[in-house]
C-alpha cells in the first residue's frame, strides 16, 4: 500500500548541531509539505513544495531548509539547530491543491 | 493578514450530546476548506469542502461551508467517548493554514 513515512520517529539532539528529518511518500504526490505542532499553537507551516526542485517558504521558515530533488522525498534540515525547535514535526502530502492532505506518523525532535 | 480561527477551543460534553464546531476564516483566492480528526498521531482527513451549502456527510459527522460569511461548521449527533479528539480545521489557498483545533472530551 502507498504510504508516508517519516524519521527518525524520536530524535534528541543538542543546540548548534544540524539535523535532517525524512519524509518519503509513495503515492506520487506533487506537493508535499513540512509542518511543527506546539501546545497553544496548533500546526504551522514550515516550508511546502508543488514539485521536483520547487520549494516555498510556510510562515515559520526561518531556521530550516528543505529540497525536492525526486518526487517521494522532501527532507527538513535544520541547520544549527535551537531549543525554540523543539517540537513535533509532521510531514504531508497530497495529488494536488484540490485534494487532502495525507499526514506522516510525526517525529518528535528535543533540543537541549 | 491571513488567519483560522476555530472555536471553541475546547469542549467537555456527555455521551450522547450534539456538538458543533466553528471555523472562520479570512484569506485571498481561497479553494477549500478541510477538517481533519487528531488523536494520539497523525491527523487523519475528515471532510474537504469546496462549495458553499453543500452539506458533507459521514456517519455521524456532517459538515458545511458559508463562503458568504466565511465559516464552516463540523456537527457530531450523538457523540460517543472515540470522538474524544482535536478537530483541526485548515484552509487552502495559495498555501494552507490551520487553525489551532477543538480539543473534544466525550465523558461517558
Known amino acids: 500500500d502507498a504510504e508516508i513515512t517519516q524519521s527518525p520517529r524520536h530524535k534528541i539532539t543538542e543546540t548548534g548541531r544540524q539535523v535532517t528529518l525524512a519524509c518519503h511518500q509513495t503515492?506520487?504526490?506533487?506537493?508535499m509539505f513540512w509542518y511543527r505542532q506546539d501546545l497553544g499553537h496548533g500546526l504551522r507551516l514550515i516550508h511546502y513544495s508543488y514539485g521536483v526542485h520547487d520549494t516555498n517558504k510556510g510562515e515559520v521558515s526561518d531556521g530550516y531548509s528543505v529540497s525536492r530533488s525526486n518526487t517521494e522525498d522532501l527532507p527538513l534540515t535544520l541547520e544549527s539547530a535551537a531549543s525554540s525547535q523543539t517540537s513535533v514535526y509532521f510531514c504531508?502530502?497530497?495529488?494536488?491543491?484540490?485534494?487532502?492532505?495525507?499526514f506522516g506518523d510525526g517525529t518528535r525532535l528535543s533540543i537541549l | 493578514e491571513d488567519k483560522v480561527v476555530q472555536s471553541p477551543l475546547s469542549l467537555v460534553v456527555h455521551e450522547g450530546d450534539t456538538v458543533t464546531l466553528n471555523c472562520s476564516y479570512e484569506v485571498t483566492n481561497f479553494r477549500s476548506l478541510l477538517w481533519y480528526k487528531q488523536e494520539k498521531k497523525a491527523p487523519t482527513f475528515l471532510f474537504m469542502l469546496t462549495s458553499s451549502g453543500i452539506e458533507k456527510k459521514s456517519g455521524r459527522l456532517s459538515s458545511i461551508l458559508d463562503k458568504k460569511e466565511l465559516f464552516s461548521i463540523l456537527n457530531i449527533t450523538a457523540t460517543q467517548t472515540g470522538d474524544s479528539a482535536v478537530y483541526l480545521c485548515a484552509v487552502y489557498f495559495d498555501k494552507i493554514i490551520f487553525g489551532k483545533g477543538t480539543r473534544l472530551h466525550i465523558l461517558p
Open positions: 504531508a502530502s497530497s495529488r494536488d491543491s484540490n485534494q487532502p492532505q495525507h
Open positions: 503515492w506520487n504526490h506533487n506537493n
